[in-house]
């Protein structure tokens, strides 16, 4: 059974000022896809791989995008990663970080962690609100996805 | 003294004489077989045990004094002697004489012995002995001391009379002698005399004044041994005088002077002493000379005596003949015993009848007339007797004869020689008369005054030998002396004795020598006392070090320890077995296999041994010790001994158990830090993480719902509330710049530092080209030098490089025209780089926080930033082990330097 790729993009935030902000970000760039929201790195996996609260969502279909904040309490951003990634079904999703840490160590277990790109939240709202635009054209609109099996 | 001498002739009396004959020939060949061995030097005693000797004599001084004193004692004792009669007409006191030669046997050994022949033939040839008889008496001047030296045999080494034992030894030889002497003189005078006289008269009288000389010699002795003592003249006390030794043996057993058996590591010394070697054929030729020069001249004189005597003869008998003619002639006697009267009375009237005979007799050897009146007249008697003898029937005597015979009464023991002439007398008136006429003088008559003549010669004789060997002996002294002082010396060297110095000699060769050999000897010392300097430092470092020293003899399994090793060991000498097995005792039993292994190691051809253990002393410590030792083996290679030292190394083991503790603990400490330094780096890190996470996350809420309300409601509101919020915004990203800078801070030292070579002037240029693509409208000039590359870490000195240049374009922001430079300056081997600009510059007196976080030195509307970036440059340098500091005034321009590791 193939998954199939929803118009979905999962935004996996704690902050509520950041969601309510990037879903302003999302509105002002015009960006129209549905935006899933889950709070934190344990609900993020469970949507992913349709389990608890998500048990009954549809199955074959993952999101277009993961935007994953790093720290998170409980399962962190690295971790939901990592097994984004160990798992054959989501390995090829497509995940960005959008964090407001620069730390050099971050940025290099992510990228070891095959993670697509790594974007820093400024600010300056007008930055952030260009970033995500670009972020949008760029990922949704540009790249060519991946072959999910 | 009579009487006595009476009852021991009538012992010997009552002897056969045939007995008394095989005795005297036994005590001659006794005597001759001692006398043999008594001048072979060999010694029936050596070192106070019976056994077959040879004793060495040393030829010093006092050897040769002894000689010359002998000598002399003997003659005084023999001339005074022979004033003292004992028996009148038979014995004087030559006890006196016997006494002499015991004493000075006993008391000079050997020098005595041999000089008693010639001083008692030289002592009786003075008391008027002819020298016939000393000739025929010769093996007994030989003999006779040789049984004096039975005694030197048996007590000379000690004659002290204060002891019982010395006594008992004397008997014996009393005994000895009285068997042997005695009668042995009886045998060589049965050759003069007859036996009769010889054995039942000689004999007798000899033991009579030897008898007495035993009764006195003990008491003599006790009087001259202290004084021979106390002038140093006992032979058996002087050092070195004579030694002994066992015949087929080179050791010497005995010395005199020592008085202990005296063993010569050295071999028995061979060659003539150079005493000896001068003296010996000066004195040989001396004697000889002065012998027979004497006999000749004695002979001689008392040949020309005779001759006087024999022409006397002659003249006395024409004499007769003569008065006898005419006394016929006149006197018509026809009664023969008239006759006979008045020759008689003739012959008495001659001078010749006062000391001599004139007698007559007839052919057939009856007296006819005498001058003497003794009827039984022994001289006419032997005189006709040997006149037979020598012609046989008298009628066949034509011409005048002379001839010698002897008279030899027994007592009082006399002999007399008489000179005789027989001549045939004829009357001249018809031959009546056919007589013999005979005149007879005793030799002592008309060789008195040669003999007195004799016994002067002698005595000059005796002086000038007497003479030349003091002579002899002092200039042999002279020569001996130094070399007997430098054989002293040298032996006082051996013994370790440097004080000893050899005197100056007359003689020139000798002096040399002696100078040379003080100069050794000097040398010598002053080396020895290095060496000794040397050993006792030596010593004392062994002693400071407490090291001990053994030595293991493997062969024999002996080991031997010094003093140290004991103390070490905590062991006496006593309780230790002095072996292999010994050792291994005190030795801790878990170490016993490393010992062993270690001796093993050594053995099966290690290199030189050393080795730790640890040893249980008796005392109940352990101790630890080190031991090494230096192999010696054999030429198969085989280990033959060790020989090492030890030293006991507790305290260096404590004191390094105690550093181990010490420094244990230190890595504790270390370690126990370092886990709380990297604890609190990690707490810094998550610090770090937090702001930079959680503390913009907030900032830019505040930045975003500004901003919305801004885009939403800002139609409702007023132009000051829309300014507000605006300033909002901006102190909202001023505040997020400064969480950046703050990060970037705290990165800084977090992160390893890495050296690598890196270029200055082409990071410089880099920054150079950002910083002018970033202000297109200024007109900056910038000077770089070339080739400033240096060791550093890249990373860093880019961040460096960008504050210092970012700030030097800032400040020269308000410039018209910007000159900045980079270039480095070479001081004292010493490289500062610098960053120099034509700005604003700043006031000396504020930059004391120049490079303080968040210190600015100008207003944040004339020239922004946060503050953080000299700080960060700062921390950066000092990172590199470098210095930073700036020049500046206002208006003017600043200047940055800094270096990069000083500590090089």
């Known amino acids: 059974m193939s998954e199939k790729k929803s118009s979905v993009i999962l935004l996996v935030e704690d902050n509520a000022s950041d969601i309510d902000l990037t879903k302003r970000a999302f509105e002002k760039a015009n960006i129209l896809n549905p935006l899933v929201v889950v709070e934190n790195g344990e609900e993020a996996l469970e949507y992913l791989f349709c389990v608890g609260k998500f048990a009954d969502r549809a199955k074959d279909e993952l999101p277009s995008l993961v935007l994953l904040d790093l720290k998170m309490p409980g399962l962190g951003g690295l971790e939901v990663l990592k097994q984004i990634r160990a798992n054959p079904k989501t390995r090829r999703l497509l995940v960005v970080i959008l964090t407001s840490s620069k730390e050099d160590q971050d940025l290099a277990i992510s990228y070891d962690l095959g993670v697509n790109s790594y974007i820093r939240k400024p600010v300056d709202f007008h930055k952030f609100a260009e970033v995500i635009k670009q972020l949008g054209m760029y990922w949704l609109v540009l790249n060519e996805p991946p072959v999910l099996d | ?904």
């Open chain 2, 1 to 904: 003294m009579n009487d006595v001498l009476n009852w021991l002739g009538g012992i010997f009396n009552s002897i056969p004489l045939t007995l008394l004959e095989v005795w005297g020939r036994f005590g001659f060949l006794v005597g001759f077989s001692l006398m043999l061995a008594a001048f072979a030097r060999i010694t029936f005693r050596p070192a106070y045990q019976w056994g077959l000797g040879r004793e060495r004599q040393t030829w010093n001084t006092k050897a040769l004094l002894s000689i010359i004193i002998t000598f002399l004692l003997i003659e005084l004792t023999g001339y005074l002697g022979s004033f003292i009669v004992l028996v009148p007409g038979a014995q004087t006191f030559e006890s006196l004489k016997d006494l002499s030669v015991f004493i000075c046997i006993l008391l000079f050994g050997f020098p005595a012995l041999i000089i008693v022949p010639f001083a008692y033939g030289l002592s009786d040839l003075n008391e008027g002995v002819a020298p016939g008889f000393i000739l025929d008496w010769i093996w007994g001047y030989f003999i006779n001391p040789v049984c004096f030296w039975i005694a030197y045999q048996l007590i000379g080494k000690n004659p002290d009379f204060k002891k019982l034992k010395t006594w008992k030894w004397y008997f014996l030889f009393v005994v000895i002698f009285m068997f042997i002497e005695p009668v042995l003189w009886g045998y060589i005078c049965s050759n003069k005399f007859t036996s009769e006289i010889s054995y039942r008269t000689i004999t007798p009288a000899l033991f009579f004044t030897t008898g007495i000389t035993w009764i006195i010699a003990p008491f003599a002795m006790m009087i001259a041994l202290p004084f021979a003592r106390k002038m140093g003249f006992f032979w058996a006390e002087i050092p070195g005088h004579v030694k002994e030794h066992l015949i087929g043996q080179k050791v010497w057993i005995w010395e005199s002077g020592t008085d202990k058996n005296y063993k010569d590591l050295g071999e028995l010394k061979k060659g003539i002493p150079i005493r000896i070697f001068l003296v010996g054929p000066f004195i040989a030729l001396i004697i000889t000379l002065l012998g027979t020069t004497a006999y000749f001249t004695l002979s001689s004189s008392e040949l020309a005596a005779t001759k006087l005597a024999e022409r006397l003869h002659l003249e006395i008998t024409e004499n007769i003949n003569h008065q006898l003619d005419k006394f016929l002639e006149s006197k018509q006697v026809s009664k023969k015993e008239d006759v006979t009267l008045a020759i008689s009375d003739l012959l008495y009237k001659l001078p010749v009848a006062k000391n001599g005979r004139a007698f007559i007799i007839d052919k057939s050897g009856n007296l006819i007339a005498s001058s003497s009146d003794n009827d039984s007249d022994l001289v006419a008697k032997n005189a006709v007797k040997k006149l037979f003898e020598l012609n046989g029937k008298l009628d066949l005597l034509n011409n005048s004869t002379q001839f010698r015979f002897d008279v030899v009464t027994a007592k009082p023991l006399s002999r007399e020689t008489w000179l005789t002439q027989a001549t045939p007398y004829h009357d001249k008136n018809g031959g009546h008369y056919d007589w013999i006429l005979m005149t007879a003088m005793p030799e002592s008559y008309y060789l008195s005054g040669v003999r007195v003549g004799n016994s002067q010669s002698a005595m000059i004789f005796a002086i000038g030998l007497i003479l030349s060997l003091a002579a002899a002996a002092a200039l042999a002294a002279i020569v001996t002396k130094p070399i007997i002082k430098i054989v002293k010396v040298t032996q006082a060297l051996a013994r370790g004795d440097f004080s000893v110095h050899v005197p100056d000699s007359r003689l020139e060769e000798i002096n040399t020598l002696s100078h040379s050999f003080n100069n050794m000897s000097e040398q010598l010392q002053s080396s020895f006392a290095m060496i000794q300097e040397n050993e006792k430092r030596l010593q004392l470092a062994i002693e400071g070090a407490s090291l001990g020293i053994w030595d293991w003899d493997i062969v024999s399994n002996k080991l031997v320890w010094d003093e140290s090793m004991y103390l070490q060991y905590g062991l006496k000498k006593e309780n230790f077995g002095g072996a292999y097995e010994a050792w291994e005792r005190s030795i801790l039993p878990e170490d016993i296999p490393k010992a062993r292994s270690g001796v093993q190691t050594a053995m099966d051809g290690g290199k030189d041994y050393t080795s730790e253990f640890r040893i249980l002393r008796p005392d109940g410590l352990i101790r630890h010790l080190k031991a090494t030792a230096k192999l010696i083996r054999g030429e198969d290679g085989a280990l033959l001994r060790m020989v090492g030292i030890s030293f006991d190394i507790s305290e260096q083991k404590e004191a390094n158990a105690e550093l181990m503790k010490y420094k244990n603990q230190l890595e504790d400490i270390v370690a126990e830090r370092t886990a709380a330094l990297e604890f609190s780096n990690k707490e810094l890190e998550s610090f770090s993480y937090s702001v930079s996470h959680d503390l913009r996350a907030p900032l830019r809420g505040i930045d975003g719902w500004s901003l919305a309300l801004l885009e939403d409601y800002g139609h409702l509101l007023d132009e000051k509330a829309n300014s507000y919020l605006n300033r909002v915004r901006s102190e909202t990203q001023r505040m997020g710049e400064l969480i950046d800078d703050l990060l970037k801070l705290s990165q800084i030292s977090r992160s390893e530092m890495k050296w690598e070579k890196v270029d200055l002037t082409s990071i410089a240029n880099t920054v150079i080209k950002r910083l002018t693509e970033q202000n297109p409208n200024r007109k900056l000039l910038f000077k770089v030098q070339s080739d400033l590359v240096t060791t550093a870490n890249n990373h860093y000195m880019e961040i460096v490089l960008t504050n210092l240049l970012n700030n030097a374009a800032k400040f020269t922001s308000k410039v018209p025209e910007a000159i900045i430079e980079v270039g480095k300056l070479n001081t004292d081997n010493k490289v500062i780089y610098f960053v120099k600009d034509n700005g604003a510059g700043f006031n000396m007196n504020s930059a004391k926080n120049l490079f303080g976080a968040f210190q600015r030195m100008h207003k944040q509307s004339d020239f922004p930033g946060t503050g953080v970036g000299l700080a960060m440059v700062q921390r950066i340098i000092t990172l590199h082990h470098g210095k930073i500091w700036a020049e500046a005034e206002i208006n003017t321009g600043a200047t940055f330097y800094f270096t990069i590791n000083e500590n090089e």
